[in-house]
T-cell receptor, first 116, second 115 residues
Framework: AQSVAQPEDQVNVAEGNPLTVKCTYS??????LFWYVQYPNRGLQFLLK??????LVKGSYGFEAEFNKSQTSFHLKKPSALVSDSALYFC??????????????FGDGTTLTVKP | NAGVTQTPKFRVLKTGQSMTLLCAQD?????MYWYRQDPGMGLRLIHY???????AKGEVPDGYNVSRLKKQNFLLGLESAAPSQTSVYFC??????????????FGSGTRLTVV
């Protein structure tokens, strides 16, 4: 079984400050890890992924995420937040061994609010 | 633009009514999925398909049926709607194997209210 935990329902930061949205995961095998963003009344959009290689991955809109195998974490980060980053963020995990359907399991989501 | 299209975008049903949600993708993706999104519960997988003519149950399949008669379409049916099925429904697609690295492409969602 695989699972994702996003321990914070809400993250509030001031514009220009760094932001972190936390994610921890559990899978039987090795993970593929993803971050998605959802703007109001829209579908989820892919932000970035970790497949293999460097633990720090860079994605869209200046976001990056750090894979930490020992802590089973994949926290989303951005050095300087923008008001337009305000949205709902989902972390997702996929077991590399699931070659049949590649089903992803999503966290409950974290609402990021960036205040001017 | 290429992507995943869901119809309808909004629907209000009375308890006991039936309806079908349509998902269409033009990216030639093999895998397709139906999720429901509820506040505080993230996305939960209802059914999925690994190819034309194949479907399988996900995490919360009860009360739903699906069909994948054509590779590009994945239909989600509610035979007898219940208030507990009030939710936002998302369709997603992805490629198999190495293509899975790209993650999912999502539709814009269908907001369903059952009264």
């Amino acid at each position: 079984a695989q699972s994702v935990a996003q321990p914070e329902d809400q993250v509030n930061v001031a514009e220009g400050n760094p932001l972190t949205v936390k994610c921890t995961y559990s899978v039987s095998g090795n993970p593929y890890l993803f971050w998605y963003v959802q703007y109001p009344n829209r579908g989820l959009q892919f932000l970035l992924k970790y497949i293999t290689g460097d633990n720090l991955v860079k994605g869209s809109y200046g976001f990056e995420a750090e894979f930490n195998k020992s802590q089973t974490s994949f926290h989303l980060k951005k050095p300087s937040a923008l008001v337009s980053d305000s949205a709902l963020y989902f972390c997702a995990v996929r077991d590399r061994r699931d070659t049949n359907a590649g089903k992803s399991t999503f966290g409950d989501g974290t609402t990021l609010t960036v205040k001017p | 633009n290429a992507g995943v299209t869901q119809t309808p975008k909004f629907r209000v049903l009375k308890t006991g009514q039936s309806m079908t949600l349509l998902c269409a993708q033009d990216m030639n993706h093999e895998y397709m999925y139906w999720y429901r999104q509820d506040p505080g519960m993230g996305l939960r997988l209802i059914h999925y398909s690994v190819g034309e003519g194949t479907t399988a149950k996900g995490e919360v399949p009860d009360g739903y049926n699906v069909s994948r008669l054509k590779k590009q379409n994945f239909l989600l049916g509610l035979e007898s709607a219940a208030p507990s099925q009030t939710s936002v429904y998302f369709c997603a697609s992805s490629r198999p194997g190495q293509g899975a690295f790209a993650g999912y492409t999502f539709g814009s969602g269908t907001r369903l209210t059952v009264v």
